[in-house]
T-cell receptor, first 114, second 113 residues
Framework: DAKTTQPNSMESNEEEPVHLPCNHS???????IHWYRQLPSQGPEYVIH???SNVNNRMASLAIAEDRKSSTLILHRATLRDAAVYYC???????????????FGTGTLLAVQP | NAGVTQTPKFRILKIGQSMTLQCAQD?????MYWYRQDPGMGLKLIYYSVGAGITDKGEVPNGYNVSRSTTEDFPLRLELAAPSQTSVYFC????????????FGDGTRLSIL
């Protein structure tokens, strides 16, 4: 399974943009890049996903490098509620059919300062 | 808007006891998953199910059993609790459509003493 590499932790100031990097140099051509986040004492929640093109939704933007070996999750204006662990995940595509399985790494712990 | 409901939220077990962690979803999702999360670590997949009557092992299945008799419910069974099973357990579900997100419950915090 292709793996991802993320910084252990990052800090941001409230109301400033945050760029969370993820490296995935062994990504395959059909792997989608998914981002989830986990707020303290909660289960993970879906943030965004993409394949090749940049993606935007109400929570964040996902910028994918042209060679797809890295991506960046962008929070346009960080709030205190965005303090969480952010996971960059390549969706597992086992042979014989997809089961939407996710393989989590340790993620990036984002601290947001007021 | 219940989503994925896990019970209990907290539990303390003695070594060797057994228990069942309950998980129910009301989104008519075919896929369901059980993960465990140890302190400071990411989630690891224990078991998953692609539909009623069909289950398969994940990354760390030893010491656990599952069943899936209905679309809604996916209980996780610990037969002989061991201290190494102290963890937070998360249940999740997703639809069969490719790349649909997983929806997670709030977790069960389990301590084995």
């Amino acid at each position: 399974d292709a793996k991802t590499t993320q910084p252990n932790s990052m800090e941001s100031n409230e109301e400033e943009p945050v760029h969370l990097p993820c490296n995935h140099s062994t990504i395959s051509g059909t792997d989608y890049i998914h981002w989830y986040r986990q707020l303290p004492s909660q289960g993970p929640e879906y943030v965004i996903h993409g394949l090749t093109s940049n993606v935007n939704n109400r929570m964040a933007s996902l910028a994918i490098a042209e060679d797809r070996k890295s991506s960046t999750l962008i929070l346009h204006r960080a709030t205190l509620r965005d303090a969480a662990v952010y996971y960059c995940i390549l969706r597992d595509h086992p042979s014989g059919g997809a089961t939407n399985k996710l393989i989590f790494g340790t993620g990036t712990l984002l601290a947001v300062q007021p | 808007n219940a989503g994925v409901t896990q019970t209990p939220k907290f539990r303390i077990l003695k070594i060797g006891q057994s228990m069942t962690l309950q998980c129910a979803q009301d989104m008519n999702h075919n896929y369901m998953y059980w993960y465990r999360q140890d302190p400071g670590m990411g989630l690891k997949l224990i078991y998953y199910s692609v539909g009623a009557g069909i289950t398969d092992k994940g990354e760390v299945p030893n010491g656990y059993n599952v069943s899936r008799s209905t679309t809604e419910d996916f209980p996780l069974r610990l037969e002989l609790a061991a201290p190494s099973q102290t963890s937070v357990y998360f249940c999740a579900s997703s639809s069969v459509t490719v790349n649909q997100p997983q929806h997670f419950g709030d977790g069960t915090r389990l301590s084995i003493l």
